[in-house]
């Protein structure tokens, strides 16, 4: 299966955000309860197919520290997906966001040119299983003020689970 789409929506706020997920860069584990309804609902297109088509194996080089990757090579574009993460021994925590919207915390490791995280649902805690290919986003250099700020609020959720600290 490939995620093509991820769609939130917030009955609190009337807000709709949809994540465009192409195939190659996310593929989904779905959990087999089904969703729970709560303020957020997420809701997938799925598409039948094969296994994504494989990374490239070249080895990414990131080495511990914090990165923030996009799908446009600046920083917070409306409309695009951006994901920040500190890695630390090849153990990642992070966040993925829609600028001006809400964020979903990670957690996982990275494998050569791709990440296999559990994603948490922010507001029912909820997790599921995502793999994300690097090589399909561009790499940012500058990580704002706001990208540290998610990024502690996620890393002080789940560092425990994955540091150990």
């Not at 990374?55 to 446009?72: A, K, M, N």
Request: include cysteine; charged fraction near 15%; charge should be negative.
């Amino acid at each position: 299966m490939v995620l093509t789409y991820l769609i939130l929506t917030s009955s609190l706020e009337g807000l709709a955000i949809a994540l465009a997920l192409w195939p190659g860069n996310f593929s989904i584990g779905l959990p087999s309860r089904g969703l729970g309804h709560s303020d957020i609902k997420s809701g997938v297109s799925i598409s039948q197919s094969h296994a994504n088509p494989q990374p490239d194996t070249e080895f990414t080089g990131l080495t511990d520290g914090i990165y923030l990757y996009g799908q446009s090579s600046k920083p917070d574009q409306i409309k695009k997906e951006y994901f920040v993460f500190e890695m630390r021994q090849s153990k990642v925590i992070g966040a993925f966001y829609l600028p001006l919207s809400a964020f979903y915390c990670f957690y996982g490791n990275l494998d050569r040119t791709q990440l296999n995280l559990t994603v948490v649902d922010s507001y029912d805690g909820s997790s599921s299983p995502y793999s994300v290919n690097l090589q399909q986003y561009h790499q940012i250099s500058a990580v704002s003020n706001n990208d540290r700020r998610i990024l502690d609020i996620c890393k002080e959720a789940h560092k425990q689970q994955v540091w150990g600290n």
